[in-house]
């Protein structure tokens, strides 16, 4: 990639400004310099928005907790729980005894507290705040008979039932009422968030360790132009610094939930990699899952380290 050493302007010209590239545009401009074109995909799109509501990459740690992840699958969108029910899925409450498995977490920061130790209910609290959960009623309409589920902003005394149409006084069924929570916006679609939380976790540990040194984005769509690639998608792409041979160190991923990498996503992303190594780019790949890779899965992985790459 041969840059301009710099500007050119106008004799007369006594002040020049530059704006810089959205990240987004600079990354696919540096797949167009190797041949390839790089474009945002829609999980890619999905997985920057979350990222965005939980207030950046650092706050996504809350998703290391294991009984996090589980409280948002466990239950579908349409779906009501307790305040409870949920906070004994977040600690993993083991079901003969009744006490949380924690004891892994309980060092996380996820934000400010007072207590010294970090508990379900600190991250139950914390997903509320971030509009993973919303809280509201379960109630039955009386002319239906039928149950449904009322977000706070919503209750007032008279309602109408979205099942039946009539509107009815709810009044009488809120006596010793719990609240019941629902997940909300991204987090309340059917499709996983379409697997974007294992990728801000990776995200968020790449983060942790290169510091304000990267820049990255998240899931692109990858075609050739004139590289020898087959179509393929990068769950996120990541740009360093340039190191000691003024090579910018640059990371492509995969990243599954409980999905199997598969000789598919191995040989694709290893292609992409190969295009970069030509010059001026030292390439990685990063295989990442939130459940334990398989004997098989490491074999496969490793297939995309040749003998001189590190």
């Known amino acids: 990639m041969a840059l301009p050493l710099s500007p050119i302007t106008g004799l007369t010209r006594s002040d020049l400004t530059l704006h810089a590239l959205p990240t987004r545009e600079l990354i696919a401009r540096i797949f167009e310099a190797f041949g390839m074109k ?8 999905i997985a ?17 907790i ?20 949920a906070i004994q899925i977040i600690g993993q409450n083991d079901p003969a005894t009744g006490r949380p498995n924690f004891a892994n977490f309980e060092g996380l920061f996820i934000e400010q507290r007072k207590a010294p130790k970090l508990k379900p209910e600190h991250a139950f609290a914390f997903l509320l ?18 149950d449904y589920w009322l977000a706070l902003d919503d209750i007032a005394t008279e309602v109408t039932c979205e099942l039946c149409g009539n509107a009815f006084n709810i009044t009488a069924q ?13 987090f309340g679609r059917e499709d996983h968030q379409q697997g974007s939380i294992p990728v801000a976790i ?46 910018v160190p640059l990371a492509i991923g995969e990243c599954k939930a ?10 694709n992303l290893t292609k992409v990699a190969d295009a970069f190594r030509r010059m001026r780019i030292q390439p990685f790949i990063v295989f990442a899952k939130t459940a334990s890779f398989t004997p098989e899965e490491t074999v496969r992985c490793q297939t995309a380290q040749d003998q001189y790459g590190l």
């Open 38 to 45: 790089a474009e945002a995909s829609q999980p890619g799109l």
């Open 174 to 186: 809120l006596h010793d009422r719990d609240w019941a929570y629902r997940r909300s916006g991204l």
């Open 66 to 85: 294991a009984g996090v992840r589980d409280s948002i699958d466990k239950y579908g969108s349409l779906d009501s729980f307790t305040k409870s029910g």
């Open 258 to 267: 409980k999905g199997e990498i598969t000789e598919g996503d191995v040989r």
């Open 48 to 64: 920057s928005r979350l990222i965005k509501q939980m207030g950046g990459l650092q706050r996504c740690r809350v998703f290391k």
């Open 129 to 146: 705040r971030n509009r993973v959960f919303r809280p509201g009623l379960k109630l039955k309409c009386i002319h239906c008979q039928l």
């Open 202 to 247: 990776t995200l968020q540990q790449l983060d942790t360790m290169l510091s304000t040194e990267m820049i990255y984005t998240t899931a692109m769509n990858i075609s050739p132009v004139s590289a020898d690639i087959a179509p393929c998608e990068t769950d996120f792409v990541v740009v360093g610094q340039p190191n000691y041979e003024r090579r």
